[in-house]
């Protein structure tokens, strides 16, 4: 019997792992995973009900939505897309749901349903598990492949070998370069990791006493750079976070890693309403609302306490009326809620969903089948492709397909 060894227990190696086995019964399918924990990510994406992926069905919008990887997912996802991801869980009894951003979650909106799901798959269709099993180094032979397995547990720390006709690495992205070192022994190219979504620091700065209230359209854009992004932006008690702020961690990703974390961006909170547009509405604001006191009415449905900090950082009382506003108050007002700046220095993580940019460099890799080009029967799904999409559902998206595509070219093969 013929053998495929899956390193990696997350959404992509899941999901080769058991479209194999299901596609092939007689092709031994064997899943290692290093932690003790399967589909970790899974477990907490979308807040503990798994972003399972995007209500975006034409190819090229989807593809739109990767800020590394655009040209080869075009191929990859004309055999596996949206489409097909809701229609799998759908055929096992899983239902997804859309929501009004376009994010899609199961109906019971646990990500425990996708888990159990994939894990009845696993066992309905043999697939064998290992946990606590890191892949130290893989060698070609004349059969397939030699690896050597040592143990993450401190109950059996000894290593064992395996030998394999098929390989699907499928072991996720890794924070640091040297990490990938198993991977240049078989003389692929890799490009260096860098943080993909992070939201931004912005120590000590006032604004942090409004965390937790949020601004449904606003544009953020990054000085001395073509980043720009619009949607939902979030203040926390470190900085800015929300849609917007992960878009423009993923577009940056790498130039902001090249500028060290420390940067400036400028937050227009009207979003598409932009200085000169407000300048020409003004004069509207203060006559119909001319007696009105500047803290009690608020004309750009922002929350309360956003606009009487944005009164207070102008030098304007909250009970000053309208008509009594001063030309260099007002100016000073227009200018903050359309472009207020914020020095970003250092970046967090967001949530448990560390995703970065880096990987096997997608020339290697064959876009049709997954396998790499230099090594025949070794194949890759998931991060560990230099690939990686914004958030709303779109790395899970790629998960499925590219485990999917592996799965059907080792069947196809063996």
């Keep these: 019997m013929q053998k495929l060894i899956v390193i990696g227990g997350g959404a992509a190696g899941f999901f080769c792992a058991v479209n194999a086995a299901r596609l092939r019964p007689d092709l031994k399918v064997i899943l290692l995973e290093k932690?003790?924990?399967?589909?970790?990510?899974?477990?907490?994406?979308?807040?503990?009900?798994?972003?399972?992926?995007?209500?975006?069905f034409e190819i090229p919008t989807l593809v739109k939505k990767y800020p590394r990887g655009e040209t080869f997912l075009k191929k990859a996802f004309h055999q596996f897309n949206t489409n097909h991801t809701i229609q799998w869980f759908l055929e096992r009894g899983v239902g997804l749901h859309q929501e009004s951003d376009g994010r899609m979650?199961?109906?019971?909106?646990?990500?425990?349903?996708?888990?159990?799901?994939?894990?009845?798959?696993?066992?309905?269709?043999?697939?064998?598990?290992?946990l606590h099993s890191e892949v130290k180094?893989?060698?070609?032979?004349?059969?397939?492949?030699?690896?050597?397995?040592?143990?993450?547990?401190?109950?059996?720390?000894?290593?064992?070998?395996?030998?394999?006709?098929?390989?699907?690495?499928?072991?996720?992205?890794?924070?640091?370069?040297e990490m990938f070192n198993w991977?240049?022994?078989?003389?692929?190219?890799?490009?260096?990791?860098?943080?993909?979504?992070?939201?931004?620091?912005?120590?000590?700065?006032p604004i942090a006493t409004l965390m937790g209230l949020?601004?449904?359209?606003?544009?953020?854009?990054?000085?001395?750079?073509?980043?720009?992004?619009?949607?939902?932006?979030?203040?926390?008690?470190?900085?800015?976070?929300?849609?917007?702020?992960?878009?423009?961690?993923?577009?940056?990703?790498?130039?902001l890693s090249e500028m060290q974390y420390h940067f400036t961006i400028q937050v227009n909170w009207l979003g598409d309403t932009n200085e000169a547009q407000l300048r020409d509405e003004w004069g509207f604001y203060r006559e119909?609302?001319?007696?009105?006191?500047?803290?009690?009415?608020?004309?750009?449905?922002?929350?309360?306490?956003?606009?009487?900090?944005?009164?207070?950082?102008?030098?304007?009382?909250?009970?000053?009326?309208?008509?009594?506003?001063?030309?260099?108050?007002?100016?000073?007002?227009?200018q903050l809620l359309t472009v207020f700046p914020f020095e970003v220095k250092g970046k967090t993580t967001f949530k448990e969903e560390f995703v970065t940019c880096g990987g096997i460099t997608l020339a290697e890799i064959n876009a049709q089948t997954m396998e790499s080009k230099l090594i025949h029967n070794l194949f890759f799904a998931g991060e560990i492709m230099d690939i990686d999409g914004i958030t709303g559902g779109f790395n899970f998206q790629h998960a499925w397909t590219s485990g999917w595509i592996a799965a059907s070219a080792i069947t196809d093969k063996y």
């Design 183 to 205: 991977l240049r022994k078989l003389n692929h190219t890799i490009q260096s990791p860098v943080p993909s979504l992070f939201t931004f620091n912005i120590p000590k700065h």
């Design 214 to 255: 949020s601004v449904p359209h606003a544009t953020v854009k990054i000085v001395g750079t073509k980043l720009k992004e619009a949607g939902p932006l979030l203040i926390t008690h470190w900085g800015l976070s929300g849609p917007v702020i992960l878009r423009l961690s993923a577009w940056g990703a790498r130039q």
């Design 105 to 130: 979650f199961p109906t019971t909106n646990q990500s425990q349903t996708i888990i159990d799901c994939l894990l009845k798959e696993a066992d309905q269709f043999k697939v064998q598990i290992i």
């Design 288 to 334: 119909q609302f001319a007696a009105q006191k500047m803290g009690g009415k608020n004309p750009f449905s922002l929350p309360a306490r956003l606009w009487n900090f944005m009164l207070e950082s102008s030098g304007i009382a909250a009970d000053i009326r309208w008509a009594e506003l001063k030309s260099q108050q007002q100016n000073k007002l227009i």
């Design 35 to 56: 932690s003790g924990k399967l589909l970790s990510k899974v477990k907490v994406s979308g807040g503990g009900r798994c972003n399972t992926t995007h209500a975006c």
């Design 137 to 177: 180094s893989i060698e070609q032979t004349l059969e397939g492949f030699k690896l050597i397995v040592g143990s993450t547990s401190n109950a059996t720390p000894e290593s064992l070998s395996m030998n394999t006709q098929f390989i699907c690495i499928a072991c996720g992205g890794y924070p640091k370069s």
